[in-house]
C-alpha cells in the first residue's frame, strides 16, 4: 500500500500535467459585461448633468449586459426610463456602437461617436416674439 493516488491508467496521468490559466478560463466560461469607459461616462454625466439642472430629468440607472451597456434616465424613479443611451459593440463595424433610445422603443439616433449621438439632447434656441 503506497501514499500515492490511485490513478486509472496513463489518460489520468496527463490530465494532471494540464497547466489551465485561470483568466482565460473564467473569460471563456463567463465573459466579462460590455461597459462604458471614464471617458464616455464624463460625455454622458455631462449631459445628464445639464438636464438635471434643467429639471428635465431626475434619476438614472445604469446596466451592463453582457451584450451592451445601458444608461437610463428617469423623470421619476418609479417610472419607465425616458431614454436609454446604449453602447452594443458588436453594431461597432455596421451602424455604430451608440445609439439613443426613447421610452417607446424609438432609435432616435446612432453612430460611430458618442459625442455625436449624444447631440440628440441639445436643443434648438427659438426666437419668442
Known amino acids: 500500500m503506497t501514499d500515492q493516488p490511485?490513478?486509472?491508467g496513463r489518460q489520468a496521468s496527463q490530465d494532471a500535467d494540464v497547466?489551465?490559466?485561470?483568466?482565460?478560463?473564467?473569460?471563456?466560461?463567463?465573459?466579462?459585461?460590455?461597459?462604458?469607459?471614464?471617458?464616455?461616462?464624463d460625455q454622458i454625466l455631462w449631459i445628464y448633468g445639464r438636464?438635471?439642472?434643467?429639471?428635465?430629468?431626475?434619476?438614472?440607472?445604469?446596466?451592463?449586459?453582457?451584450?451592451?451597456?445601458?444608461?437610463?434616465?428617469?423623470k421619476r424613479s418609479g417610472e419607465?426610463?425616458?431614454?436609454?443611451i446604449e453602447k452594443n459593440p458588436k453594431l461597432a463595424s455596421k451602424?455604430?456602437?451608440y445609439s439613443v433610445v426613447n421610452t417607446h422603443g424609438m432609435v432616435l439616433k446612432r453612430g460611430h461617436e458618442?459625442?455625436?449621438v449624444l447631440k440628440?439632447?441639445?436643443?434648438?434656441?427659438?426666437?419668442?416674439?
Open 6 to 8: 490511485d490513478f486509472q
Open 19 to 41: 497547466v489551465v490559466d485561470l483568466s482565460q478560463y473564467r473569460q471563456n466560461k463567463d465573459p466579462l459585461p460590455v461597459t462604458f469607459h471614464r471617458r464616455e461616462l
Open 51 to 74: 438636464m438635471v439642472g434643467e429639471g428635465e430629468w431626475k434619476d438614472y440607472a445604469i446596466d451592463h449586459l453582457k451584450d451592451k451597456a445601458v444608461f437610463s434616465v428617469f
Open 80 to 84: 419607465m426610463p425616458l431614454y436609454r
Open 95 to 97: 451602424q455604430g456602437a
Open 114 to 116: 458618442l459625442k455625436q
Open 120 to 129: 440628440v439632447f441639445d436643443k434648438v434656441l427659438k426666437l419668442v416674439e
